[in-house]
């Protein structure tokens, strides 16, 4: 695919040759450098309270990136899912 393609194109400048799974590597690779700078890596991180996630849903549901995004989220079980991974 192009996506797979380019994911493939990313983990080579990345400098991971693990060319079966280049999501997987793109993502250590982020993580790496995110970590190495210091920066917050969950939305607790950044002074998110695990009760606000629900105000989140509820504002991102009528906001026009919930539906056209490229992965697009059905519904807000999908959405809290997301954000219960990011918390």
């Known amino acids: ?3 797979g393609n380019r994911l493939a194109g990313a983990a080579e400048i990345f400098g ?3 060319v079966s799974a280049p999501v997987e590597a793109v993502i250590v690779s ?3 450098i995110f970590e190495s ?3 917050p890596q ?3 991180e950044i002074g998110i309270l695990h ?3 629900e105000m989140i849903i509820e504002d991102v549901q009528y906001d026009w990136f ?3 995004n490229p992965r697009p989220l059905r519904d807000a079980s999908e959405l809290r899912a997301v954000l219960e991974s990011a918390w």
């Open 1 to 3: 695919s192009v996506t």
């Open 16 to 18: 991971e040759r693990t």
């Open 30 to 32: 982020c993580t790496r």
């Open 37 to 39: 700078m210091g920066l």
């Open 42 to 44: 969950r939305l607790r």
């Open 51 to 53: 009760d606000q996630l």
């Open 66 to 68: 919930f539906h056209q």
